[in-house]
């Protein structure tokens, strides 16, 4: 649509041009970077999808034309969970039409969109996902300085920026990878090749979210900076690594302190109202099970985990988007399950996420381990059962399970099984095994903390990327 670029309403503020990936898990923490740079006295333009813009309007109930994302936020109202007004199903994504369109059309879109938004180059940088194809190349032809925005741990872009060693080594891109320990990559003592990315597990690396990670990854080579949203030290060698190779800030946890409301509607489906429900639980007592907005589970998997959920007796609480099995399946539970945790938990197709885990009565997350969620699981102080489905989520639980011990895994060993979860749900919300992880999750949170604090990592890290980027665009 019309845009009037930033730095015509922004005066003589360095202008931040912010580019989102059209993706729940993106937008989200893309948002509040750029509600950061801008009370940091940058001018803000905020370039997002219409499909996005329409579906976040409609998720609050309100018309899409006209629709005011500041205002829509303050006015947000939520039906009650298990009540008559359910909210209405989530769209579902089409997965591979989408990666389609970020290889091809939007490329060519956002130049013609950029070029009119960019007024002064010497005072403007792109702030662009990691995963779009386009970006250095573009902001070289603009002329301006190209901020790479990485939403998911610096271990897993560390992996991405090195497949060249991976490939060289015969660990990815042959018929038969090697399956030894993988000891070679900057910053990583050792990683196991089953705690790679789902992606660079695969043989066949044709595919277009091949050819996206490779191209991304490209351009993510030519960035001037990376703006990280982890914490440097819950990843200390890989930052440390990573910071050898370019300008590499650790700015994260990218959420507003104590989970305040955003000034922004960001939810891109309606969320049911769950707080007269957990109300009524006792403390700790509640299961919170979750597989973000964008990976699948099997049929079968999904009746494993609801059959250990039933056996382990806890109370719970499960996000279940209608097309978590798949577009075709919008009510994959087993037959009868309702009836069996009447009065023990409730289904809700999606929900204010951070609200649910920052409630007393939450004990625990069962996760598939998007990074988001991880870091609001440790941000909220909630252990964590790993079930990652998809893409970064495997090396995700790496960090989680194995180095940081916040978490138990789920189904490592092989297919889920219902008495398997069943027995991790039991010992990491009643037994030894979860007073260990709830310690150790109290102390991460501290760290998560004392990051954003004054004189904290983050807080310096992000200091110390706005005086850079106001010398070399004020
Ligand atoms: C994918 C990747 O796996 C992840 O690592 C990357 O950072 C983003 O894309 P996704 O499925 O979107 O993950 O999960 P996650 O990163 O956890 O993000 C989901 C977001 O949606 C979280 O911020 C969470 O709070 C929010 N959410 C989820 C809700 O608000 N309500 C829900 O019901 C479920």
């Known amino acids: ?46 370039v997002s999808t219409e499909a996005v813009h329409d579906q976040t309007a409609r998720a609050l109930g309100v018309d899409p034309a006209g629709y005011d994302v500041f205002a829509a936020a303050r006015r947000r109202r939520r039906a009650p969970a298990g009540g008559e007004e359910e909210a209405p199903p989530p769209l579902g994504i089409r997965r591979v039409e989408f990666l389609g369109a970020l290889l091809h059309a939007l ?57 060249d060693l991976l490939t060289q080594n015969g660990h990815f891109r042959c018929s038969e990878p090697r399956k030894d320990s993988i000891t070679y990559i900057p910053g990583v003592a050792s990683i196991e090749p089953s705690e790679l990315m789902s992606y660079l597990q695969e043989t066949d690396t044709t595919s277009v979210v091949h050819r996206i990670i490779f191209k991304a990854f490209d351009e993510a080579r030519g960035a001037d900076y990376v703006l990280c949203n982890t914490v440097e030290e819950l990843e200390p060698s890989t930052v440390a690594a990573l910071r050898g190779e370019k300008p590499f800030y650790a700015v994260g946890p990218i959420f507003p302190a104590g989970f305040a409301r955003s000034a922004v509607a960001t939810s891109m489906w309606a969320e049911s109202d769950c707080s007269r429900w957990l109300a009524d639980q006792p403390p700790a007592s509640v299961l919170y099970i979750s597989f973000g907005s964008y990976a699948h589970v099997t049929r079968r998997e999904l009746h494993e985990i609801a059959g250990g959920v039933l056996a382990s007796g806890a109370r719970f609480l499960w996000v279940m988007r209608p097309d978590v099995v798949s577009s075709d399946d919008p009510d994959p539970l087993p037959e009868g399950f309702a009836a069996a945790a009447e009065g023990r938990g409730i289904v809700v197709p999606w929900c204010c996420q951070v609200e649910v885990l920052s409630h007393a009565a939450v004990g625990a997350f069962l996760t598939h381990c998007g990074w988001n969620s991880v870091l609001e699981s440790v941000w909220a102080g909630v252990p964590m059962l790993c079930f990652p489905l998809l893409t970064d989520q495997i090396t995700n639980r790496r960090l989680v399970a194995r180095e940081w011990r916040a978490g138990v895994s789920i189904g490592e060993r092989g297919a889920v099984r219902a008495d398997e979860v069943a027995a991790l749900i039991r010992g990491v919300m009643g037994g030894e095994e979860g007073v260990r992880i709830r310690e150790q999750v109290r102390k991460l949170k501290g760290t998560l903390e004392a990051a954003v604090a004054p004189g904290g990592s983050s807080r310096r890290n992000f200091d110390e990327f706005v005086d850079e980027l106001k010398r070399r665009c004020g």
């Open 1 to 46: 649509g019309d845009v009037a670029p930033a730095r015509v309403r922004g005066g003589n503020k360095p202008h931040a041009v912010v580019v989102a990936l059209p993706l729940q898990g993106h937008i989200i923490p893309v948002v509040h970077l750029a509600l950061r740079l801008a009370a940091r006295g940058f001018a803000v333009t905020f």
């Open 107 to 163: 490329s060519a879109h956002v130049e013609r969109l950029l070029r009119r938004v960019v007024v002064d180059p010497a005072s403007t940088f792109l702030v662009a996902d990691t995963f779009f194809v386009w970006p250095a190349t573009l902001a070289r032809r603009l002329g301006v300085a190209y901020v790479s925005f990485w939403t998911e741990p610096a271990l897993v872009f560390n992996l991405y920026y090195h497949m």
